[in-house]
């Protein structure tokens, strides 16, 4: 069964300093692996994919995520965090029957 | 382009009365999903459609609960008889493809209190 884990409930961080957020996943076949971000009251947006190549996918925002196959991990980082960063992350693995599977979110909070 | 509709953003109901959930998807979308997001929790899939044809309803209950993508017109999503138990953000997402690696385009959410 297709599945994503996000470990952590809460990220604190200080500004300016690198984020990380972990995420891994578990599917059949090549993964088409997403990161979305969610502000307070609205809808999820779309920040990085990984379809194949590269490893390290870069995205908007700053953002990027490195794919890990061995490992089956896509973990979301940004090399120096911005208070504006603080939101609730979504991981999302895509499977060949169209579904999305989401993870459970990460809430981040960069500390001024 | 406009993005992903729906309306209403909120929507407040008495418990045994009728809820009903709009999204209009991206120009070109054909492909429609719906979630709903509690409080502390991740999204939940709940069904997926494509135009005139339900294409995946695992994720939502059996009862009270459906859902339809007509030819001509938003997607609705339909709760009968609601319960307090079925407050949450009910979200929308569309895809251009129905395969392929691509991203979903998310509506901004209704927000369905049941009093």
């Known amino acids: 069964a297709q599945s994503v884990a996000q470990p952590e409930d809460q990220v604190n961080v200080a500004e300016g300093n690198p984020l990380t957020v972990k995420c891994t996943y578990s599917v059949s076949g090549n993964p088409y692996l997403f990161w979305y971000v969610q502000y307070p009251n609205r809808g999820l947006q779309f920040l990085l994919k990984y379809i194949t190549g590269d490893n390290l996918v870069k995205g908007s925002y700053g953002f990027e995520a490195e794919f890990n196959k061995s490992q089956t991990s896509f973990h979301l980082k940004k090399p120096s965090a911005l208070v504006s960063d603080s939101a609730l992350y979504f991981c999302?693995?895509?499977?060949?029957?169209?579904?999305?599977?989401f993870g459970t979110g990460t809430s981040l909070t960069v500390i001024p | 382009n406009a993005g992903v509709m729906q309306n209403p953003r909120h929507l407040v109901r008495r418990r045994g009365q009728e809820a009903r959930l709009r999204c209009s998807p991206m120009?070109?979308?054909?492909?429609v999903y719906w979630y709903r997001q509690l409080p502390e929790e991740g999204l939940k899939f709940m069904v997926y459609l494509q135009k005139e044809n339900i294409i995946d309803e695992s994720g939502m209950p059996k009862e009270r609960f459906s859902a339809e993508f007509p030819k001509e017109g938003p997607s609705i999503l339909r709760i009968q008889q609601v319960v307090r138990g079925d407050s949450a953000a009910y979200f929308c997402a569309s895809t251009v493809t129905s395969g392929g690696a691509d991203e979903q385009f998310f509506g901004p959410g209704t927000r369905l209190t049941v009093l």
């Open positions: 999302a693995v895509r499977d060949t029957g169209n579904q999305f599977y």
């Open positions: 120009k070109g979308h054909s492909h």
